[in-house]
């Protein structure tokens, strides 16, 4: 069964840094897209930062560019983001996902797409 957890979620203050970590197993990170989603209350999910199944494209919602860095780790089946200079308004349940795509794809970071889901680990940015 596809089972992707995240962790590393938790309190900081405005303009901190946390790494967030999305462990999956039973599927291979190579024939998979992996994106980081984030929901605050009363809004929709929405995408945050997704990575091709090559590892070579990687897509940013505009309000995370430049603060937020997705990488993966294939030996350790391990997707991870870096967030800085964090923001009240990058609170919210932060997702990972999971969509099995052919190599030649076009990263996209819609969350309609991404059929398995963790459970979410918890960002609260204090001001």
């Given amino acids: 069964q596809v089972r992707l957890a995240e962790s590393g979620g938790g309190l900081v203050q405005a303009g901190g840094s946390l790494r967030l970590?999305?462990?999956?197993?039973?599927?291979?990170?190579?024939?998979?897209?992996?994106?980081?989603?984030?929901?605050?209350?009363?809004?929709?999910?929405?995408?945050?930062?997704c990575i091709s199944r090559g590892g070579g494209t990687t897509v940013y919602a505009d309000s995370v560019k430049g603060r937020f860095t997705i990488s993966k780790d294939n030996a350790k089946n391990t997707i991870y983001l870096q967030m800085s200079s964090l923001e009240p308004d990058d609170t919210g349940v932060y997702y990972c996902a999971a969509k099995r795509?052919?190599?030649?794809?076009?990263?996209?970071?819609?969350?309609?797409?991404?059929?398995?889901?963790?459970?979410?680990?918890?960002?609260?940015?204090?001001s």
């Fill in 21 to 49: 970590s999305c462990a999956v197993s039973q599927f291979t990170l190579n024939y998979h897209s992996i994106g980081w989603f984030r929901q605050a209350p009363g809004k929709e999910r929405e995408g945050v930062s």
């Fill in 101 to 126: 795509v052919i190599l030649t794809a076009p990263t996209t970071c819609a969350a309609s797409e991404y059929s398995h889901w963790g459970q979410g680990t918890q960002v609260t940015v204090s």
